[in-house]
């Protein structure tokens, strides 16, 4: 049998991938963030955070809600369209009005792969009415608890994750880990801390090939994988930043947050094995807790001229958006630069937040 080229790199690539037993950028798709507010500030809210989106930022910020009950929602979509980004989540402030409990869920998708793997029929011959498409999907699902301590300025919580991934009917896996958080907020000043991974997390990988599967791969030369186990190596975010008015009616809330990877060296600010530290700054205006205006910065990185590999530039990924609230509802926008990997290089990002608190019971005298 003639070897063939398998038209199937998204695949082929993706799978080999996640098939390594130690993997720098394991379950990259959980580092991307959630929220228009957060996004639209370079994902500086560690430290400020206090929605329902806490559930990824800071487990610790869910003890800020406000409001009886919270559901949020969030859509983008990458490289072109090509990739969809979605998340939803909700939240509930419990009796003791010092805790609350949340879960989310994240889904990354990529839909319409082609599958040529039958594209040779019986004879020999190509037919390409035979390509079939399968979609390749990652799902995140955050149930998370926080609570305030005796000291109302400090607050704490927590995150148990489960990691889902599937490749068609080709492969999956699926993960389990916790994230750790705490806030504490000051009249001015304020800091949060947040440790993704902090138990480092598993994701054990199955292939599911085929017999018939297996030897159109062999014949073309490309690897069969059986199984294998990936880890995330955990993650320190340290943040600070302080809030100040503006007037009556207005005020500012700057942010700065340092991720501090384990996993060896990455091509950040602060390079080095086996912890880099990358930057993220944001800033937020407020106008009557009506208007926001919000810009940030995040992913400052070193680029090499792919033909002189002597020069390096910096790069920097700029993010703004802006947010509305209407009573009970809060509408958020971003634009932000995923960087050179797209012909569209923006992806604009739009989130929806509901915040109901409980009916007042009126009691007779």
């Not at 037993?21 to 639209?40: H, M, T």
């Not at 608890?145 to 300025?153: G, I, M, T």
């Not at 602060?270 to 995040?298: M, T």
Request: charged share 15%; hydrophobic share 40%; proline share 2%.
């Amino acid at each position: 049998m003639k070897k063939i080229h398998i038209l199937f790199l998204l695949f082929t690539l993706g799978f080999s991938y996640y098939s390594l037993g130690q993997v720098k950028y394991s379950n990259e798709f959980l580092s991307i963030g959630v929220g228009a507010r957060a996004l639209g500030m370079g994902g500086a809210v560690t430290g400020s955070v206090n929605d329902v989106t806490s559930n990824f930022w800071n487990p610790a910020g869910l003890s800020q809600i406000e409001s009886g009950f919270q559901v949020a929602a969030m859509h983008t979509s990458w490289f072109s369209g090509v990739g969809n980004y979605d998340y939803i989540g909700v939240a509930k402030k419990l009796n003791n009005n010092n805790s609350a409990i949340s879960i989310g869920l994240i889904r990354f998708g990529i839909d319409g792969i082609p599958n040529t793997l039958e594209l040779i029929d019986e004879n020999g011959e190509i037919d390409y009415n035979r390509i079939k498409t399968f979609s390749a999907v990652d799902y995140g699902i955050f149930g998370s608890y926080a609570r305030a301590l005796k000291n109302p300025n400090w607050r704490v919580g927590g995150s148990v994750k489960i990691v889902r991934r599937t490749i068609g009917d080709f492969a999956n896996s699926i993960g389990f880990g916790v994230d750790l958080g705490l806030q504490h907020l000051g009249e001015r000043f304020y800091f949060g801390i947040m440790a993704k991974d902090i138990t480092t997390t598993f994701n054990t990988w199955k292939g599911t090939f085929s017999e018939a599967d297996k030897a159109i791969l062999t014949a073309t030369g490309n690897d069969v994988i059986v199984k294998g186990t990936e880890t995330t190596r955990p993650t320190i975010i340290i943040a600070g930043g302080v809030k100040t008015l503006i007037g009556k009616n207005s005020g500012l809330l700057f942010e700065l947050n340092l991720d501090a990877t384990t996993d060896g060296k990455r091509n950040v600010l602060i390079s080095a094995d086996p912890i880099s530290i990358n930057p993220h700054i944001g800033v937020e205006y407020r106008y009557k807790q009506l208007f926001f205006l919000r810009g940030g910065i995040n992913n400052l990185q070193q680029i090499v001229d792919i033909t002189n590999q002597n020069k390096k530039t910096w790069n920097v990924q700029p993010n703004v958006g802006v947010g509305i609230n209407i009573g009970a509802v809060n509408i958020d926008y971003a634009l932000t630069n995923i960087g050179n990997v797209s012909e569209t290089r923006l992806s604009h990002v739009f989130s929806l937040k509901l915040s109901l608190s409980p009916k007042k019971v009126e009691v007779d005298q």
